[in-house]
């Protein structure tokens, strides 16, 4: 079940855009409640672009600071929560862009390989998210934004700031280092 969906129906407005509301009128007790609301899916998404945890803490702080700034531009329309998280995304974004070194990359292409589907379902999604976490800053960054968010290169790049080949660089290095990790596992996994 939605954390959104835990709201009660109260009145004519729901708690949850009782909250809303609370926000536009800049009440702190609302905002701290949403807050905390939204909190553990929004850091969810902050951690798989940013694996320390205060400067997880800062994006995710200033990407609500955005939202109340901005939520006087939700109509109320569609999922809260879905537009709290694009301004999340933005806040992550703006700071990979600021923080990570992209400039003097070389364009290297190579056919991806897959690894084989069985080794992959023995591991626990807490593995896979370490070794995500695992792979350089920009490369986790792209390979994140290409696998988990479902964006082009060529949103990827002009988000980020770089080209598209750049993008499709670091997504096949990204696969490279998974699918190397991943091998190495299998000596320690039992069969």
């Not at 400067?55 to 537009?83: D, M, P, T």
């Not at 390989?113 to 069985?118: I, P």
């Not at 934004?145 to 002009?158: A, L, P, R, S, W």
Request: net charge neutral; glycine share 6%; charged share 25%.
């Amino acid at each position: 079940m939605s954390i959104a969906l835990a709201y009660t129906v109260t009145g004519h407005a729901s708690e949850l855009e009782q909250l809303i509301q609370g926000c536009i009128h800049n009440e702190r007790s609302a905002q701290e409640k949403l807050y905390r609301l939204f909190y553990p899916k929004m850091m969810a998404l902050v951690k798989r672009y940013i694996d320390h945890d205060e400067q997880a803490e800062e994006v995710l702080n200033n990407g609500f600071l955005r939202a109340f700034q901005k939520i006087r531009q939700y109509n109320f329309q569609g999922s809260f929560e879905g537009w709290v998280r694009k301004i999340v995304f933005h806040a992550v974004a703006d700071y990979v862009k600021q923080n990570a070194r992209y400039s003097n990359q070389i364009l290297l292409v190579e056919k991806d390989e897959l690894v084989h589907k069985d080794l992959a379902d023995r591991m626990y999604y807490e593995q896979l998210l370490q070794l995500v976490q695992s792979l350089p800053d920009a490369t986790r960054t792209v390979f994140n934004m290409y696998v988990m968010e479902g964006m082009t290169h060529k949103e990827i790049g002009n988000l980020v700031g770089i080209s598209e080949g750049t993008s499709k660089w670091h997504l096949s290095e990204g696969r490279r280092i998974l699918k190397e990790k991943i091998e190495k596992m299998e000596l320690h996994i039992k069969q």
